[in-house]
């Protein structure tokens, strides 16, 4: 629980900005106390207890997550964008014993908490001042949270993490991305999702920084914020990039300019959890002078993978291993060593996680007999750089006996003048086994005709990588992160 107890270094220092107010990292350590000792009531250590919790991007949020494990508990925090059905199943799957709910979110797990009998608590009923007692002593081996996978292919599964892998977390990312108490970073992201929790929040509070944060994406609040000038860190996903592009696009010049003029001060701008299209990091560049960072990681090792924070940040390519990380790439036959040799990335480390919750089998399966931990992505080494080719499962299609990129192909064709996005996956075929197909999102004043695209292609793609049938949509299927759910967008062909 380092994060936590690191707090008593910068009591007086502002941690958290949220809609209401600003709080010092003091009030935060005072209100998770005053939460692990309700939550504790009359005993001594809560034994790894699972508490989940539905509260918007706030103090609150941070308090409750910090009181849980003061009180020795598990946090399991949930998706306020989640249907309840969702939230029944993570509920159900943790075993949790305790729920809390903010105002907002209270009335969507009463009539649940009371079917399922299992006790409901109101943020604000932590108000009540409690007799101070002893909280327990935290093993850093300890179970700390549980967080879901998205569940694209199957139903979701509980990442277990320990204490020991989050501080491993946070401290390779503080170091890599050289954070500083004087940094200021506003968090966009999801916090039931290790983006937005470790990678932001937890990194900021470590080092006695500033989290500001906005529960719902606006871009132009968000632009707003930057102008104000305190902000100098941001994170994010390919999409709001998208977005926040797509709103200096339609301001005026003279708005352009204070915009871009906010970013100047950035020391930093990192991009995750999806692939950022190549065209997006050019224009961001354009717009802020700064190329973003991009990185690799998942639910169940944090971060593994980064671009350097004071050299080259090479497009397209997720960077070098962080300190600490082992990293390899293996196909059904060997270990990959060669530049440009495709292999699954495997990892080892202090980062990854302990178990899938109650799944012993899925747990086994994930990891080899060596104890490498199997990631399913699919990528190239090149001159000292990875570089994401997909998920084997999901964005690699086996088409008339090659293995093929949807993201390569995704990414040339957002080059194209008429193509505002593109996603592409194989459907069965009984003469190619898979044939490739996107689906693309277009400009309504440029003229887009299938033919002239295709003739454009084979100046850039080998014959056998090029779409043997588009559609056109408004937008594309995509969960909570941006990502598109390529399983969903199948269906749409």
Known sequence: ??????????????????????????????????????????????????????????????????????????????????????????????????????????????????????????????????????????????????????????????????????????ESLVKAWQWQKEDHIVNVLPLHHVHGIINVMSSA?????????????????????????????????????????????????????????????????????????????????????????????????????SNPYDSERRAGHIGQPLKGVQIRLCNQDEIVEKDDASGEIQIKGPNVFKEYWKKPEATAEAFTEDGWFRSGDIAVLNANYYKILGRDSVDIIKSGGYKISALEIEDVLRQHEAIIDAAVVGLSDPEWGEKVVACILIRKDVPFETDAVKSWLKQRLAVYKIPKHFIIRDKLPRNVLGKVTKKELRTWF
């Open 205 to 305: 509070l470590w080092v006695g920084a500033c989290c500001q944060f906005m529960p719902k994406f606006n871009p132009q609040k968000l632009w707003t914020i930057f102008k104000e000038g305190n902000v100098n860190l941001f994170m994010a996903v390919p999409t709001i990039y998208f977005k926040l592009i797509a709103f200096w696009d339609q301001s005026s010049t003279e708005e352009q300019n204070k915009m871009s003029k906010a970013l100047q001060s950035f020391r930093l701008m990192i991009s995750g959890s999806a692939a950022l299209p190549v065209p997006v990091l050019e224009k961001w560049q354009k717009i802020s002078g700064h190329t973003l960072l991009e990185r690799y990681g998942m639910t169940e090792i944090g971060m593994a993978i």
């Open 1 to 170: 629980m380092q994060v936590v107890e690191r707090a008593h270094q910068f009591s007086h220092r502002i941690a958290i900005r949220d809609k209401h107010q600003t709080y010092t990292y003091q009030a935060l350590f005072d209100k998770a106390s005053k939460i692990a000792h309700h939550l504790l009531g009359n005993q001594k250590d809560l034994q790894e207890a699972r508490i989940a919790f539905l509260t918007e991007a706030s103090f609150d949020y941070t308090a409750i997550q910090w009181g849980i494990w003061l009180a020795g508990a598990v946090a399991v925090p949930l998706c306020t964008l989640h249907p309840l059905p969702a939230l029944e199943y993570v509920i159900d799957n943790a075993e949790a014993s305790i729920l809390i709910a903010d105002e907002i979110n209270y009335a969507k797990l009463s009539e649940l908490a009371t079917q399922k009998k299992i006790p409901l608590f109101l943020c604000s009923a932590f108000l009540k001042e409690l007799e101070a007692k002893p909280l327990p002593f935290i093993e850093d081996s300890r179970r700390a949270m549980i967080l879901y996978t998205s569940g694209t292919t199957n139903l979701p599964k509980g990442v277990v993490s320990t204490h020991s892998n989050i501080n491993f977390q946070i």
